[in-house]
């Protein structure tokens, strides 16, 4: 079984209605302003500030409607990217990929699969992964950010203390992080393959 690290909370809570949305979920997908300050985010990396804000103007317009809620939306945006530029470029981090597909192997059995924001050479320890997330929120607790920082710990041939896993928060402008232990890791590994042994059981019991 496959599940995406943005999907492992939902599941966590309710595996049963999870595994319901699975089976009647309604493909769609719509492209949204944080959807776009993201690429924006990545044209800065590559091409510099101002060319980055060009590119964030011209393509919001491009998916989005024309109005004045929108105009506003926009220059909240190019404040927010303002904002991460300055806090990248205080951090003293190098970027090194953006948008990387992982596929997190937690047993032969399951998969947690999906794709981090950004990975970073640290200047004082290490690496850092991040998620890019528009809201405040509690990220710390949640399952997929043990697996994630043991899966880069590997894919980078790193002590896994020398991983940083966490997210860059644009409504507060910084980035927040931390390192799992071991311990924490190999929990998080348990309690994804409990999760992945309930949802075969409720799979055969509907086949049924």
């Given at each position: 079984?496959?599940?995406?690290?943005?999907?492992?909370?939902?599941?966590?809570?309710?595996?049963?209605?999870?595994?319901?949305?699975?089976?009647?979920?309604?493909?769609?997908?719509?492209?949204?302003?944080?959807?776009?300050?993201?690429?924006?985010?990545?044209?800065?990396?590559?091409?510099?500030?101002?060319?980055?804000?060009?590119?964030?103007?011209?393509?919001?317009?491009?998916?989005?409607?024309?109005?004045?809620?929108?105009?506003?939306?926009?220059?909240?945006?190019?404040?927010?990217?303002?904002?991460?530029?300055?806090?990248?470029?205080?951090?003293?981090?190098?970027?090194?990929?953006?948008?990387?597909?992982?596929?997190?192997?937690?047993?032969?059995?399951?998969?947690?699969?999906?794709?981090?924001?950004?990975?970073?050479?640290?200047?004082?320890?290490?690496?850092?992964?991040?998620?890019?997330?528009?809201?405040s929120l509690s990220w710390a607790g949640q399952l997929?950010?043990?697996?994630?920082?043991?899966?880069?710990?590997?894919?980078?041939?790193?002590?896994l203390d020398e991983v940083a896993v966490g997210i860059y928060n644009m409504e507060l402008?910084?980035?927040?992080?931390?390192?799992?232990?071991?311990?924490?890791?190999?929990?998080?590994?348990?309690?994804?393959?409990?999760?992945?042994?309930?949802?075969?059981?409720?799979?055969?019991?509907?086949?049924?």
């Amino acid at each position: 079984m496959r599940v995406s690290h943005t999907e492992l909370e939902n599941l966590r809570s309710d595996p049963r209605r999870w595994l319901a949305t699975k089976t009647t979920q309604q493909h769609g997908f719509r492209i949204g302003g944080f959807k776009v300050w993201g690429w924006a985010v990545r044209h800065y990396h590559r091409t510099g500030r101002e060319a980055a804000i060009d590119y964030l103007e011209e393509t919001f317009w491009r998916h989005l409607k024309r109005s004045i809620p929108n105009e506003r939306r926009l220059s909240d945006f190019i404040i927010h990217l303002n904002v991460y530029c300055d806090e990248f470029e205080s951090s003293g981090h190098v970027a090194l990929e953006f948008g990387r597909r992982i596929n997190c192997i937690v047993s032969t059995s399951f998969t947690v699969s999906g794709e981090v924001s950004r990975v970073d050479l640290c200047p004082d320890r290490g690496f850092a992964v991040y998620l890019f997330k528009e809201k405040s929120l509690s990220w710390a607790g949640q399952l997929r950010m043990p697996l994630i920082q043991s899966y880069f710990a590997a894919e980078l041939t790193s002590p896994l203390d020398e991983v940083a896993v966490g997210i860059y928060n644009m409504e507060l402008g910084r980035h927040e992080e931390r390192r799992y232990s071991s311990a924490a890791v190999d929990a998080a590994r348990a309690e994804a393959q409990k999760l992945a042994d309930t949802i075969a059981r409720q799979s055969e019991s509907r086949a049924t």
